[in-house]
């Protein structure tokens, strides 16, 4: 029951982040495809993505959460794959690449919740999503991070127009 929660959190999580691109069907265990980010050019290196998005080109993000590993357990993440387009960053070049993204989404018993998430890039090519989800009243419900590598866990693309 608690996975079964995990996971669905994890897809109101992804869903609300942006481009749901695959999830897993809890019945056969294989991967369906929900909707395609489109085909774009891999930015598989720190330098690579700092320099797409100081140049302000469209760059996307996918986080294949079974790659990567949970901060405080190092358990590999649920069983979902999602990602979002890059609108606003912040960097330190020779620190780290920060982005973020909120939405309101419900939780399984249909009660409203605000998702914020965390991004974070270093030249060590790690990057590390730290998702905290607050109630209606602001109460904290859950923190969650989850730490992936550049092109494992988590990969970049460049769209073209």
């Known amino acids: 029951m608690f996975r079964k929660k995990l996971i669905l959190s994890a897809m109101s999580l992804?869903?609300?982040a942006g481009l749901v691109v695959l999830t897993q069907d809890s019945a056969s265990?294989?991967?369906?495809?929900?909707?395609?980010?489109?085909?774009g050019e891999a930015?598989?290196?720190?330098?690579?993505?700092l320099t797409a998005l100081s140049r302000g080109e469209d760059v996307a993000v996918t986080v294949s959460f079974p790659q990567c590993s949970a901060a405080d357990t190092g358990a590999p993440g649920p069983a979902v794959t999602g990602?979002?387009?890059?609108?606003?960053?912040?960097s330190s070049p020779n620190d780290y690449i920060a982005f973020s993204d909120?939405?309101?989404?419900?939780?399984?018993?249909?009660?409203p919740v605000t998702e914020y998430i965390r991004y974070k890039v270093t030249p060590d090519e790690v990057v590390s999503v730290?998702?905290?989800t607050l109630a209606a009243d602001s109460r904290l419900l859950r923190s969650t991070s989850y730490r992936c590598l550049m092109g494992s866990g988590a990969s970049f693309t460049r769209h073209r127009g």
């Open 14 to 16: 992804i869903t609300g």
């Open 83 to 90: 990602g979002l387009r890059i609108n606003a960053f912040l």
């Open 102 to 111: 909120v939405h309101e989404t419900l939780d399984p018993q249909n009660h």
């Open 43 to 49: 930015l598989p290196t720190y330098p690579q993505l």
């Open 29 to 39: 265990g294989s991967e369906v495809a929900t909707s395609s980010p489109g085909h």
């Open 130 to 132: 730290s998702t905290t």
